[in-house]
């Protein structure tokens, strides 16, 4: 079955550093995708990025990026220059198509001014 | 456009009593996903539905809990009777095509069962 692992369970930073949450999955399938979500404090998911298992690109959005490692299946994302507003719950979940998708269960980023 | 909907956002109730949440997915979304979201356990897929018809309700705990799509805009879980355990954040999400699809997740509803 597939697992996904996001082992900083807190961040704490102050404003303006950088801070990378690492994602770390488990799949047997040659196929699969990933995916970021942000819970702010009010509650709700937010999409943030989808990715196959077939565009190992990195990617660049703003002040987010996201590195995807095969050879070490994971899928890490970092924000640049961080501020309050990035305070959050985010969760990285993986899917196999066939299966559920599976979330980990969170790293809470804290970001102090 | 519209992001999903859910009502209501927030709703507390005793125990044994019935509840129904709702959700209204993106329009033209042919998938939706009903979540429970708590410290425990995080997030966890109850039921999915593909086209308005159940695909995978693996997830559903008992028979306490059901889930209708009657049509392509309306969805709703319902938990009857309600136990203190069920207290959790319901979440509903809906997909363009299928689970590998990007889902869009609804605010909510926090549920408090006493």
């Known amino acids: 079955a597939q697992k996904v692992t996001q082992a900083q369970t807190e961040i704490s930073v102050v404003e303006k550093e950088d801070v990378t949450l690492d994602c770390v999955y488990e799949?047997?399938?040659?196929?699969?995708?990933l995916f970021w979500y942000k819970q702010p404090p009010s509650g709700e998911l937010v999409f943030l990025i989808r990715?196959?298992?077939?565009?190992?690109q990195n990617e660049i959005s703003g002040r987010y990026s996201w590195n995807f490692q095969k050879s070490t299946s994971s899928f890490n994302f970092t924000i640049t220059a961080s501020q309050v507003v990035d305070s959050a719950v985010y969760f990285c979940?993986?899917?196999?198509?066939?299966?559920?998708?599976?979330f980990g269960q969170g790293t809470r980023l804290t970001i102090n001014p | 456009d519209a992001g999903v909907i859910q009502s209501p956002r927030h709703e507390v109730t005793e125990m044994g009593q019935e509840v129904t949440l709702r959700c209204k997915p993106i329009?033209?979304?042919?998938?939706l996903f009903w979540y429970r979201q708590t410290m425990m356990r995080g997030l966890e897929l109850l039921i999915y539905?593909?086209?308005?018809?159940?695909?995978?309700d693996s997830g559903m705990p008992e028979d306490r809990f059901s889930a209708k799509m009657p049509n392509a805009s309306f969805s709703t879980l319902k938990i009857q009777p309600s136990e203190p355990r069920d207290s959790a954040v319901y979440f509903c999400?809906?997909?363009?095509?299928?689970?590998?699809?990007?889902?869009?997740f609804g605010p909510g509803t926090r549920l408090t069962v006493l």
């Open positions: 990715r196959n298992s077939f565009d190992e």
């Open positions: 999400a809906s997909s363009l095509s299928g689970r590998t699809d990007t889902q869009y």
């Open positions: 539905f593909n086209n308005n018809v159940p695909i995978d």
């Open positions: 799949t047997r399938d040659t196929t699969y995708y």
């Open positions: 329009s033209g979304h042919n998938s």
């Open positions: 979940a993986a899917d196999q198509g066939a299966q559920k998708l599976v």
